[in-house]
T-cell receptor, first 111, second 116 residues
Framework: NAGVTQTPKFQVLKTGQSMTLQCAQD?????MYWYRQDPGMGLRLIYY???????DKGEVPNGYNVSRLNKREFSLRLESAAPSQTSVYFC??????????FGSGTRLTVV | AQKITQTQPGMFVQEKEAVTLDCTYD???????LFWYKQPSSGEMIFLIY??????QNATEGRYSLNFQKARKSANLVISASQLGDSAMYFC?????????????FGAGTRLFVKA
């Protein structure tokens, strides 16, 4: 079982460039999430999708957009990358009240 | 507003001994869930254990147990018989309510070092 697959694993962007982080799950989960992890701050929720066709802002949504393409896929887009968006990004999914299954993460550096 | 606090930035434990990682939370919602996740140095996040706010008994999963004290709003993780492979970052997390996307907030984490 693949679980949650994130691509790419590493990315370096120049300030102002755009990119999309891809996430797909094969567990038929309804809910999907995007978090960022910064040193000393745990994980902070960027956006989430409770079900196919719905998305909502989390704690730190500024500078990001998301698309729930279908039940399997939930992408995160940075329209104009900034150095403050240098972070490790995790996609996660879950079913109902279960714990999350996380992807392996994307390490993004914006220079 | 919901909040998770982990006051121990780092902890040391001798191999084969038990260790308790502290977690306190704050919420006004009577229905919530508490989680612990492990993040090894390789970076992946691994779900360990779950406790629901209405659960009468403390959750256990193998060597992991959750010491749930509702009145004190604490949800400490106890790892018994520590192993070298337990060295990792541990995150306490809380999901508030039963609706929406079950979004979860995380504490800042505790780094555990297991000594041989």
């Amino acid at each position: 079982n693949a679980g949650v697959t994130q691509t790419p694993k590493f990315q370096v962007l120049k300030t102002g460039q755009s990119m999309t982080l891809q996430c797909a799950q094969d567990m038929n989960h309804n809910s999907m999430y995007w978090y960022r992890q910064d040193p000393g701050m745990g994980l902070r929720l960027i956006y989430y999708s409770a079900s196919e066709g719905t998305t909502d802002k989390g704690e730190v949504p500024n500078g990001y957009n998301v698309s729930r393409l279908n039940k399997r896929e939930f992408s995160l887009r940075l329209e104009s990358a900034a150095p403050s968006q240098t972070s490790v990004y995790f996609c996660a999914s879950n079913r109902d009240r279960d714990g999350y299954t996380f992807g392996s993460g994307t390490r993004l550096t914006v220079v | 507003a919901q909040k998770i606090t982990q006051t121990q930035p780092g902890m040391f434990v001798q191999e084969k001994e038990a260790v308790t990682l502290d977690c306190t939370y704050d919420t006004s919602d009577p229905s919530y869930g508490l989680f612990w996740y492990k993040q090894p140095s390789s970076g992946e996040m691994i779900f360990l254990i779950y406790q629901g706010s209405y659960d009468q008994q403390n959750a256990t999963e193998g060597r992991y147990s959750l010491n749930f004290q509702k009145a004190r709003k604490s949800a400490n993780l106890v790892i018994s018989a520590s192993q070298l492979g337990d060295s990792a970052m541990y995150f306490c997390a809380m999901r508030e309510g039963n609706t929406g996307g079950f979004k979860t907030i995380f504490g800042a984490g505790t780094r555990l070092f297991v000594k041989a």
